[in-house]
């Protein structure tokens, strides 16, 4: 087997299941198929000899080094909140006994590492087994005949994330636009199955086939064709004759269509690709209105024994992308609205739950967005499931920026580009393959090449490349700040169709966005750009809320098929020392006024089975600054009444003016003759009815602090390293946020949980935010919240066990 990412000493073929796919353990006299969870009882060491020697295998008493006890997702070093200097590098060890039991002897056992950054060398036993290059992308790893049974085993893996120019993105830290950050970051399983078995769609590493492959052939006359190839080995030395059923169920559990393969001979240490056929009646169409997921089942056979089966969820949508016609899903012609997306947290790093992924999914979606760019690299596949579930389309994107490297490189990245879209083929979310480096200087014989891997993974009509060069690639996405000035691209007539994959950002650092901001024209120039804290005051929040409205209504004059704002959260660079602040949301997820534009040009219809739309409105002034006498709302309703103290300012209509004219809805400017203190009320009304409110008061004296948690929709988990975000804000007696407070708050818990980051930790805009990491132990924790003058506060958080439903 030939494997640019792995180097081994000859093992077969290796198992895993990826993204929603889901292995249910069988067992029986001759028959187990298993995916259980690898991630508990590791340890782990950093800054220590490198070498490799007995004392990484044996727990040696006389040996100095102390083992941290840990569980995974892990990072190797918990970073500041602000990366000043540059993040932690360099090696670290992770190592974990284990114990196969006797009857697993004649199995196919495996090691699967959703991601590991970025080098990684594995060891079993004292034996090398194995080293895997790149940080973003799987690994499994086949133990069966390296492993003891009914005896301890040790895996070690000897793990590196330093500088690597042939290890894409290959660029140096310093100089990076993004942080790799280190450790075993995602998730770890031990994969047992029989000697007959469906292949890991990465480590079968085959052209268009490995694992399951479920694609929409046509859908015509309310009848969907579906096709399923399903890659079937036989590490066993003997022959046998295998067979596969499937059955697609709807999201009641009843089946909706069934098939078979035909039967196929294998030969040992050979494998065979199996295709089966289903058709659907009236089909649900996955879209990001209605994102319908149907459940795929697949069992394999042998000799009329199930021998491996799979379940996974699946979507059946068909879209397209034209010059012409811009993007249409399922017929229906729709804009895409979207954002970027880097996958770190304040502290850990990438070392996020699956959960945390959810949250960050939720908030994409309710910020209004129907896209996002997962820039610049695969990120989570519980992040892709996340998006299949919120109707969220995706640009997945291979590791890459501003960086081309040499002749090994190239062949690591089309590895990458083959191994991103074998692991993620099956998502119905992921609309576009971004098989080129970000803003780098590729060869025309590399991109022709990337875009081939991808048309030959997915051989059918309904795959997409995009890249950042105007050549090659089947969509141009460009960033806004690519061409001088920025309306060329409302003038682009070539026939391809064009997204703009970032805006709103460096054009305006760069002071070079090509717009009239005359209302703005005496604010200097740090306050004119994109890039502002929570903490930098309201009038800087409201200048990036419109650097964001002006650059998306001036995209939708042109022919673009939608466009990806520069970004949603907050995020640590290499080559800064500070945060790279232009995210609708800080690192803590806290939205800043620009998160509330967005929100507004959702559509004003409720849709009960998803986080967003339905009427919303938000006044962007915190209402206690005699100089901010005019009021912005945001909403999407047709008119917004305001109230100042019980009286009436007005009951206006949209804005007209020349950041609104593409807008589908646009703001409401209230201009006050004078500032009076107390309670600012906006309605919105949509055909004249009354459908929602909200209000703001000017903040009195600081009296107290109130405690919150963010889970959106994901309770806090024990037993999985989840995390969650607790908000101690300081308040007056009525509870309205002090928005210029930044005291220090110190936080203290009770119960199995750890607080992560500085403590006590400074309010911004008021509130001090905290990351809470639950233990292994379900229950309740309780956390408190002090500072200096005010009133404590206490909330308590109900931790859930890793297999009970939210509540």
Same mark, same amino acid.
């Given at each position: 087997?030939?494997?640019?990412?792995?180097?081994?000493?000859?093992?077969?073929?290796?198992?895993?299941?990826?993204?929603? +796919?889901?292995?249910?353990?069988?067992?029986?006299?001759?028959?187990?198929?298993?995916?259980?969870?690898?991630?508990?009882?590791?340890?782990?060491?950093? &800054?220590?000899?490198?070498?490799?020697?007995?004392?990484?295998?044996?727990? &040696?008493?006389?040996?100095?080094?102390?083992?941290?006890?840990? $569980?995974?997702?892990?990072?190797?070093?918990?970073?500041?909140?602000?990366? #000043?200097?540059?993040?932690?590098?360099?090696?670290?060890?992770?190592?974990?006994?284990?114990?196969?039991?006797?009857?697993?002897? $004649?199995?196919?056992?495996?090691?699967?590492?959703?991601?590991?950054?970025?080098?990684?060398?594995?060891?079993? /036993?004292?034996?090398?087994?194995?080293?895997?290059?790149?940080?973003?992308?799987?690994?499994?790893? &086949?133990?069966?005949?390296?492993?003891?049974?009914?005896?301890? %085993? +040790?895996?070690?893996?000897?793990?590196?994330?330093?500088?690597?120019?042939?290890?894409?993105?290959?660029?140096?830290?310093?100089?990076?636009?993004?942080?790799?950050?280190?450790?075993?970051?995602? /998730?770890?399983?031990?994969?047992?199955?029989?000697?007959?078995?469906?292949?890991?769609?990465?480590?079968?590493?085959?052209?268009?086939?490995?694992?399951?492959?479920?694609?929409?052939?046509?859908?015509?006359?309310?009848?969907?064709?579906?096709?399923?190839?399903?890659?079937?080995?036989?590490?066993?030395?003997?022959?046998?004759?295998?067979?596969?059923?499937?059955?697609?169920? &709807?999201?009641?559990?009843?089946?909706?269509?069934?098939?078979?393969?035909?039967?196929?001979?294998?030969?040992?240490?050979?494998?065979?690709?199996? #295709?089966?056929?289903?058709?659907?009646?009236?089909?649900?169409?996955?879209?990001?209105?209605?994102?319908?997921?149907?459940?795929?089942?697949?069992?394999?056979?042998?000799?009329?024994?199930?021998?491996?089966?799979?379940?996974?969820?699946?979507?059946?949508?068909?879209?397209?992308?034209?010059?012409?016609?811009?993007?249409?899903?399922?017929?229906?012609?729709?804009?895409?609205?979207?954002?970027?997306?880097?996958?770190?947290?304040?502290?850990?790093?990438?070392?996020?739950?699956?959960?945390?992924?959810?949250?960050?999914?939720?908030?994409?979606?309710?910020?209004?967005?129907?896209?996002?760019?997962?820039?610049?690299?695969?990120?989570?596949?519980?992040?892709?499931?996340?998006?299949?579930?919120?109707?969220?389309?995706?640009?997945? @994107?291979?590791?890459?920026?501003?960086?081309?490297?040499?002749?090994?490189?190239?062949?690591?990245?089309?590895?990458?580009?083959?191994?991103?879209?074998?692991?993620?083929? $099956?998502?119905?979310?992921?609309?576009?393959?971004?098989?080129? !480096? /970000?803003?780098?200087?590729?060869?025309?014989?590399?991109?022709?090449?990337?875009?081939?891997?991808?048309?030959?993974?997915?051989?059918?009509?309904?795959?997409?490349?995009?890249?950042?060069?105007?050549?090659?690639?089947?969509?141009?996405?460009?960033?806004?700040?690519?061409?001088?000035?920025?309306?060329?691209?409302?003038?682009?007539?070539?026939?391809?169709?064009?997204?703009?994959?970032?805006?709103?950002?460096?054009?305006?650092?760069?002071? /070079?966005?090509?717009? %009239?901001?005359?209302?703005?024209?005496?604010?200097?120039?740090?306050?004119?750009?994109?890039?502002?804290?929570?903490?930098?005051?309201?009038?800087?929040?409201?200048?990036?809320?419109?650097?964001?409205?002006?650059?998306? $209504?001036?995209?939708?004059?042109?022919?673009?098929?939608?466009?990806?704002?520069?970004?949603?959260?907050?995020?640590?660079?290499?080559?800064?020392?500070?945060?790279?602040?232009?995210?609708?949301?800080?690192?803590?997820?806290?939205?800043?006024?620009?998160?509330?534009?967005?929100?507004?040009?959702?559509?004003?219809?409720?849709?009960?089975?998803?986080?967003?739309?339905?009427?919303?409105?938000?006044?962007?002034?915190?209402?206690?600054?005699?100089?901010?006498?005019?009021?912005?709302?945001?909403?999407?309703?047709?008119?917004?009444?305001?109230?100042?103290?019980?009286?009436?300012?007005?009951?206006? !209509?949209?804005?007209?003016?020349?950041?609104?004219?593409?807008?589908?809805?646009?703001?409401?400017?209230?201009?006050?003759?004078?500032?009076?203190?107390?309670?600012?009320?906006?309605?919105?009304?949509?055909?004249?009815?009354?459908?929602?409110?909200?209000?703001?008061?000017?903040?009195?004296?600081?009296?107290?602090?109130?405690?919150?948690?963010?889970?959106?929709?994901?309770?806090?988990?024990?037993?999985?390293?989840?995390?969650?975000?607790?908000?101690?804000?300081?308040?007056?007696?009525?509870?309205?946020?002090?928005?210029?407070?930044?005291?220090?708050?110190?936080?203290?818990?009770?119960?199995?949980?750890?607080?992560?980051?500085?403590?006590?930790?400074?309010?911004?805009?008021?509130?001090?935010?905290?990351?809470?990491?639950?233990?292994?132990?379900?229950?309740?924790?309780?956390?408190?919240?002090?500072?200096?003058?005010?009133?404590?506060?206490?909330?308590?958080?109900?931790?859930?066990?890793?297999? @009970?439903?939210?509540?």
């Amino acid at each position: 087997m030939h494997n640019r990412n792995i180097k081994s000493g000859g093992f077969a073929s290796l198992i895993l299941i990826t993204g929603l +796919c889901v292995i249910t353990a069988v067992k029986c006299q001759n028959r187990v198929t298993a995916r259980t969870s690898f991630n508990s009882d590791w340890e782990f060491v950093r &800054d220590a000899d490198t070498t490799i020697g007995e004392w990484l295998f044996t727990r &040696d008493d006389n040996v100095s080094l102390t083992w941290e006890k840990v $569980n995974l997702p892990h990072t190797a070093y918990i970073e500041s909140l602000v990366i #000043t200097g540059q993040q932690w590098q360099g090696y670290c060890f992770y190592r974990k006994f284990f114990t196969i039991p006797p009857e697993y002897g $004649n199995k196919h056992i495996a090691i699967y590492f959703e991601a590991a950054m970025q080098v990684a060398e594995v060891y079993l /036993n004292g034996e090398y087994v194995t080293t895997h290059t790149g940080g973003y992308l799987p690994f499994c790893i &086949d133990i069966s005949d390296k492993m003891l049974t009914g005896a301890q %085993n +040790c895996i070690v893996v000897r793990l590196n994330n330093l500088d690597n120019p042939v290890v894409p993105p290959g660029k140096p830290l310093t100089d990076l636009d993004f942080c790799y950050y280190s450790g075993i970051y995602r /998730n770890v399983y031990l994969i047992v199955k029989n000697k007959i078995n469906i292949t890991d769609p990465v480590a079968a590493n085959k052209v268009a086939a490995g694992g399951i492959h479920f694609a929409c052939e046509k859908i015509y006359n309310d009848t969907a064709d579906l096709v399923i190839r399903v890659d079937i080995r036989n590490d066993d030395i003997k022959p046998s004759r295998v067979i596969a059923l499937m059955a697609l169920k &709807d999201d009641h559990g009843h089946t909706v269509a069934m098939g078979k393969t035909s039967s196929q001979r294998i030969k040992g240490s050979q494998s065979v690709v199996l #295709t089966g056929k289903l058709q659907v009646f009236n089909p649900h169409l996955w879209s990001p209105d209605n994102p319908y997921l149907y459940t795929l089942s697949v069992k394999v056979f042998n000799n009329r024994k199930e021998v491996d089966s799979e379940n996974m969820r699946v979507g059946i949508r068909t879209f397209s992308f034209s010059a012409s016609d811009g993007f249409v899903m399922n017929g229906v012609r729709t804009k895409i609205r979207g954002t970027n997306r880097h996958q770190e947290y304040p502290y850990i790093g990438n070392a996020l739950s699956d959960n945390a992924q959810c949250r960050d999914a939720r908030k994409i979606r309710e910020a209004g967005f129907n896209f996002v760019r997962l820039s610049h690299y695969p990120q989570s596949p519980a992040f892709l499931d996340a998006c299949d579930e919120l109707g969220i389309l995706v640009m997945n @994107s291979i590791p890459g920026w501003q960086f081309f490297g040499n002749e090994e490189f190239q062949i690591n990245s089309l590895q990458d580009i083959r191994d991103m879209v074998r692991r993620d083929r $099956n998502h119905p979310c992921i609309i576009l393959w971004e098989a080129s !480096l /970000n803003e780098s200087g590729m060869s025309r014989s590399f991109m022709e090449q990337a875009h081939r891997a991808v048309k030959e993974e997915l051989p059918y009509s309904e795959n997409y490349t995009c890249g950042w060069r105007d050549e090659v690639y089947d969509l141009f996405i460009p960033a806004r700040q690519h061409a001088r000035p920025p309306d060329y691209w409302n003038k682009y007539d070539k026939d391809k169709p064009v997204l703009i994959a970032e805006y709103g950002d460096w054009e305006y650092y760069a002071q /070079n966005a090509g717009f %009239n901001q005359k209302e703005f024209a005496d604010l200097k120039k740090e306050e004119r750009n994109s890039r502002q804290l929570r903490g930098f005051g309201q009038v800087r929040l409201a200048q990036q809320a419109l650097n964001y409205q002006e650059a998306h $209504n001036d995209n939708l004059k042109g022919p673009a098929v939608g466009d990806a704002n520069w970004l949603m959260f907050d995020y640590n660079r290499g080559y800064a020392p500070d945060i790279e602040s232009s995210g609708i949301m800080d690192l803590f997820r806290l939205p800043k006024f620009a998160f509330y534009f967005y929100r507004s040009q959702g559509d004003p219809v409720i849709n009960p089975s998803l986080p967003h739309g339905g009427p919303m409105i938000f006044i962007a002034n915190y209402w206690n600054d005699s100089a901010c006498h005019k009021v912005k709302v945001y909403s999407n309703c047709d008119e917004v009444e305001l109230i100042l103290n019980g009286k009436a300012v007005g009951r206006q !209509l949209p804005d007209t003016d020349m950041y609104s004219t593409n807008l589908p809805h646009p703001p409401f400017t209230f201009a006050l003759p004078a500032f009076e203190p107390g309670i600012l009320k906006a309605t919105g009304y949509l055909n004249g009815k009354k459908v929602v409110e909200t209000e703001r008061n000017t903040p009195g004296e600081p009296a107290e602090i109130r405690l919150n948690v963010d889970t959106s929709g994901k309770q806090l988990t024990a037993g999985c390293n989840d995390a969650v975000f607790v908000y101690a804000s300081v308040v007056d007696r009525q509870g309205t946020v002090i928005p210029n407070d930044s005291r220090p708050v110190i936080f203290t818990i009770e119960g199995d949980a750890e607080l992560i980051g500085s403590n006590p930790k400074k309010a911004e805009a008021g509130i001090a935010a905290m990351l809470l990491k639950a233990g292994v132990t379900p229950g309740v924790v309780l956390i408190h919240a002090a500072a200096d003058g005010l009133k404590p506060g206490s909330l308590e958080i109900k931790v859930k066990h890793n297999n @009970s439903p939210d509540e």
